[in-house]
């Protein structure tokens, strides 16, 4: 009586999965494109590139894709960033502050950011501390700083560009 049981109960997962398993793939996102940036100005083996701005006030933030033309996995980052008026002319950060520059900064990482080779991923940037100019109308993006995977799950430096990772690079400008 057990083993009938069992059976049965074995018998309505198998179908109740096949099912279910059936219903998800008629749910799948289209699979992406992969879209090749240029490589960066500052040698990093990650591109950036900006899609759009999110959100408003302090917590402007925006979403970028990037591109890996290396041949590891990226999972950690240092995103530089400048932003451009409708005229095009670089807008200054944090006005007014010790801090107001033509630049910022921000990290990522983790393996919810990761960027295989040879892909793109999109990261949603937070803008809580970075000081987006309200009247941004483009930014551009560059990475300076990116950490991959190595043995036993490990972090590792893999690229900094020269000058430090806050800095924005002579080559870039």
Partial sequence: MMNSKALALFAMLTLATSVSCDDKKDDAPA??????????????????EFIEFTGDGEDRGMKVRLYNHGDKKAVGYMLLFKFYDGDDKVLKVKPGTPFEDDHTFTSMSGLSFACEPKKNTVLEVRGTGMGVPADAKRAEVLVSKVDTVGEGAAIEDWFEQDGGFSKWPEAAK
């Fill in 31 to 48: 699979k992406e494109e992969v879209k090749v940036l240029e490589k960066a100005p500052n040698g990093s083996p990650v591109s950036a």
